[in-house]
């Protein structure tokens, strides 16, 4: 979703907004634009639809455009088509204000009409327009007083940042449901939507908190909260390498992130398991707590999920307790069953997608207690939640998630553990059996991956298939929904999950000649039944693309097309190994047909509109 930049200080402001646009060009953009304030010039605005690379070329790399205050934004389009007009920056009929937004002003039509009944004339079809045109209205010659006039009379979700050509000592952050942070300097401040826009400049900074202000000058940040007092933000230190969000010799970030699994997996894993336990000192979960739980809720969107669907076939083995799995985006409006002793269990990479975060409002003002999976460390999910696990994947760039995917599934191993030690509710020979299993996990994963040749000569012969199906049973179908969600997204190939024994229900009659079919059969227990579904789909002509593990490799091989092992584990971490072939045969896909593939059309990363 769109991206924020903001910049004051003492140098040129255009190259580092162009920068730090560039590091936010994967959350997904149609157009780009920067307002940067000179003193001869007053404020200049430049615009562009399409690729950043369109706004570099019209300013030279910033080099036409002066000034050492400004503000930039890449849009995804909500209101109004991408186009050079609906772009921001946008600016108040005078040009004084810019303002850059990302969110949505849900009350834009009603202060539209009203500052066009006073004779002001719009020109873009965005609900930003009307903060910048509002902030001119009630705009006085005080910055401050004229910014809260305006918040107070808009209604929604936003993180804006605001120059004015009167003040260029200052630079506006609000914040009200939509991530901003802001990034502390020698002499220069910066505002951004993450850490990764401010990152190359500064390692330190704040998160705002809903309905703060913060005051950017060159020399210090003032931040007001919704009452407007003044409120000491505490500076968090980032402590990952700007090579983290850097290519590092791959063709894409998604190459470089499903290469980068087992490590990501030891380093969310081994710190936490001591001795053959595992060890979360972030929470604390008595016996009485857990044995008394009466659900746990499960709660995300997309692949997190996926990674629900996982957790649910492996927590109720393993606690013997109700697990219910949902979209974010439907548990809200449901009428959810949830009481004081339900455990929700919140999983977002970003810990900013809106709809996850309402969900989690909604299940706390129930009773419920939020346990929340992040990978964004200070995102509003994870300071909201009332505990919280890390997984500790580094950022991720790539809009198709892989590594967070998998560090998150494997906190869920490590919660199931945990808990069920917690209760007793496992014999110690299992839970040895788990956590050893768990350790060779990512050895495992390396060889795997280290077989991407193969993969790729399967993505040669399918990637011009129209028409892709996934089966599976038990958390193999779980991660087929995965495997087909990463093939759809950047490869826009059509593609559907099915639990095999649900085929025969209806979505048979799709499988012809030459339909594609990938069945998973890695779990030992129900092999023989998905093999059955395999059965049905080969004798109505569908090839075969079968995935299962070594030991039930020749048994599969006889039927299917063609066959991939991955190696043995726990049934339960089955999943881990899984979905690496899948992500990598969607991104071999995805390049075959010359997708963008980092990018993908439409798609966002961080999904901050409902
Ligand atoms: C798919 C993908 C999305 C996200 C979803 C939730 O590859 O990345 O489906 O999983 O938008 O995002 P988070 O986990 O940030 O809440």
């Known amino acids: 979703m769109c991206g924020i930049v903001g910049f004051i200080g003492n140098e040129e402001a255009s190259p580092i907004l162009l920068d730090g646009l560039s590091r936010l060009e994967y959350r997904g953009y149609d157009s780009a634009g920067l307002a940067v304030y000179g003193q001869e010039q007053g404020v200049q605005v430049v615009k562009a639809k399409g690729r950043l690379k369109g706004l570099s070329d019209l300013t030279q790399g910033g080099a036409t455009v002066h000034g050492s205050l400004g503000v930039g934004h890449t849009r995804w389009a909500t209101h109004g088509a991408p186009s050079d007009i609906n772009s921001h920056p946008q600016v108040s009929e005078s040009g004084r204000f810019a303002v850059v937004h990302n969110g949505i002003i849900e009350n834009y039509v009603e202060i539209r009409e009203f500052l066009q009944s006073k004779g002001v004339t719009f020109v873009s079809q965005t609900d930003t327009e009307v903060v910048a045109q509002l902030l001119e209205y009630y705009y006085r010659g005080g910055l401050l007083d004229a910014v809260n006039k305006t918040l107070n009379r808009i209604r929604g979700a936003y993180a804006l940042g605001i120059i004015c050509a009167d003040h260029p000592d200052m630079l506006i ?325 099915y639990a095999a024994g649900e085929l025969k229900h209806g979505t048979i009659s799709l499988i012809e000649p030459g339909t594609l079919v990938v069945a998973l059969g890695s779990y030992a227990p129900l092999f023989e039944k998905t093999m059955s579904n395999v059965v049905e789909v080969k004798s109505r002509g569908a090839d075969v693309l079968g995935l299962t593990t070594g030991t039930l490799y020749d048994a599969m091989v006889k039927t299917v097309d063609h066959a991939m092992a991955v190696p043995e584990t726990h049934p339960m971490l089955l999943p881990s190994l899984d979905v690496l072939p899948l992500q990598l045969f969607a991104y071999y896909v995805a390049l075959q047909r010359g997708c963008d593939i980092d990018k993908p059309r439409n798609l966002a990363k961080s999904v901050t509109v409902e």
């Open 173 to 497: 952050a609000v914040r009200q449901d939509s991530p901003l942070i802001i990034g502390r300097g020698e002499c220069f401040h910066m505002l951004a939507s993450d850490v990764t826009a401010v990152i190359k400049y500064t390692r330190e900074v704040s998160y705002l908190d809903d309905g703060e202000i913060a005051i950017l000058t060159r020399d210090g940040v003032e931040v007001r909260d919704r009452y407007r007092q003044v409120v000491e933000k505490a500076v968090s230190h980032v402590d990952w390498e700007v090579s983290a969000a850097e290519k590092g010799g791959y063709e894409h970030f998604m190459a470089k992130e499903i290469m980068e699994q087992p490590e990501a997996f030891r380093k969310t894993v081994f710190p936490r398991i001591k001795d053959g336990h595992v060890l979360l000192d972030e929470l604390e979960f008595t016996p009485e707590y857990l044995k008394d739980m009466d659900k746990l809720y499960i709660i995300a969107c997309g692949s997190s999920y996926h990674v629900g669907m996982v957790a649910k076939y492996n927590l109720e083995k393993l606690l013997r307790k109700p697990v219910e799995v949902t979209l974010a985006s439907e548990f809200r409006y449901c009428d959810p069953i949830v009481s004081e002793r339900t455990l929700a269990l919140v999983i977002s990479q970003s810990g900013e997608t809106i709809d996850t975060l309402a969900a989690m409002r909604e299940a706390k003002r129930l009773g419920a207690r939020v346990l929340a999976i992040v990978n964004v460390v200070g995102s509003t999910i994870a300071r909201e939640a009332d505990d919280v696990l890390y997984t500790w994947a580094g950022p991720e760039i790539a809009v198709a998630t892989t590594k967070a995917y998998s560090t998150q599934l494997a906190l869920t191993y490590l919660i199931g553990l945990h808990f069920a030690e917690v209760m007793g509710a496992i014999s110690p020979e299992s839970y040895a059996r788990i956590v050893s299993e768990l350790l060779l996990l990512p050895t495992k994963m390396e060889s795997i991956l280290e077989q991407r040749d193969s993969i790729q000569y399967f993505a040669s012969l399918y990637f011009n298939h129209p028409s892709i199906f996934f089966i599976g049973r038990n958390v193999d179908y779980a991660v087929g929904l995965e495997g087909s969600l990463k093939l759809k997204e950047i490869s826009y190939i059509h593609s559907e999950a």
